[in-house]
């Protein structure tokens, strides 16, 4: 038994010298400075059921934003105007919850920017005392314009109280 322990912690050690050669350092990355987005950043908000599926949407140009917007309100029975974007300096995010309860929430509530990479954390809220009915929760807000990939950091977490 003693031999095939010295067998295994030999040749473990020899696999681990052999693949350690030539494997490239990932070096950590550097942390993204988040910063809250202003109450005046929010668009609009509604539970219907413009997108029934859970999305994340970037809108960089007014053809795409009137198509999201006229998605977003035509369950209204009086949708309100479509808000002006300057799109030569802003862009619109959709973040859409997909099937949820009454209560639950969805919130885009921080941006940073790493390189040419936005970040945008987005925060949904589950009650604990779900209301036996459909609820598909979506928020619409607005950033400053930037032409790199957006990536979105989700968090999850239930309501206040809730055990």
Not at 36 to 55: E, K, R
Not at 62 to 78: D, E, F, K, L, V
Request: charged fraction near 15%; hydrophobic fraction near 45%; aromatic fraction near 8%.
């Amino acid at each position: 038994m003693r031999w095939f322990r010295m067998l295994r912690r030999t040749s473990l050690l020899a696999l681990l010298s052999a693949c350690s050669h030539g494997v490239p350092v990932i070096a950590p990355q550097p942390r993204v400075t988040l910063q809250p987005l202003s109450d005046t950043a929010q668009v609009y908000y509604d539970n219907g059921l413009a997108f029934a599926d859970s999305a994340r949407i970037v809108v960089r140009d007014s053809a795409a934003w009137q198509a999201i917007w006229q998605r977003a309100t035509h369950s209204q029975p009086s949708p309100p105007p479509m808000p002006a974007v300057d799109f030569s300096r802003e862009m619109i995010v959709v973040a859409a919850a997909g099937r949820m309860k009454p209560g639950d929430l969805i919130h885009v509530d921080s941006i940073g920017v790493h390189g040419s990479t936005t970040a945008l954390v987005v925060r949904t809220m589950v009650t604990c005392q779900p209301f036996p009915a459909d609820a598909f929760p979506f928020e619409i807000v607005r950033i400053p314009r930037r032409d790199g990939p957006v990536q979105f950091v989700e968090h999850q977490a239930r309501a206040p109280g809730c055990p």
